[in-house]
């Protein structure tokens, strides 16, 4: 049977400590729902965490991530065709900053954590 996958693009609220701890939560529980559910998770976030999210050796240590992220610079229309879902972490604007992101027709579901 082939396997079911998904892209999700994360956009979180920049520089608060508690927005990123649930972010690597969100990331622990992804990795293990990949496990369990035998599908394939991709998880998309902006370049500008790419050195806060890896710097942070002891986030990383203290909630066993293994997964990787792809990490971009702009989303491209051919990308934001593929995303299944949008995740957000943060609060109003952190919600209106991604729906702007998709200026098409199209704006994919969007689960969001305040």
Do not use: W
């Amino acid at each position: 049977m082939p396997r079911i996958s998904a892209r999700i693009c994360i956009f979180i609220k920049p520089f608060d400590e508690e927005v990123f701890r649930s972010l690597y939560k969100f990331v622990k529980f992804i990795q293990e729902l990949e496990k369990e559910l035998g599908i394939d998770i991709e998880l998309i976030c902006h370049e500008n965490l790419t050195k806060a999210f890896y710097d942070s050796k002891e986030l990383l240590k203290e909630y066993n991530i293994e997964k990787n992220i792809l990490f971009y610079s702009e989303l491209r229309e051919e990308c934001k065709k593929q995303i299944t879902y949008i995740v957000t972490f943060g609060g109003d604007g952190t919600i209106l900053y991604a729906a702007k992101q998709f200026k098409s027709a199209f704006v994919p579901p969007m689960i969001t954590f305040a």
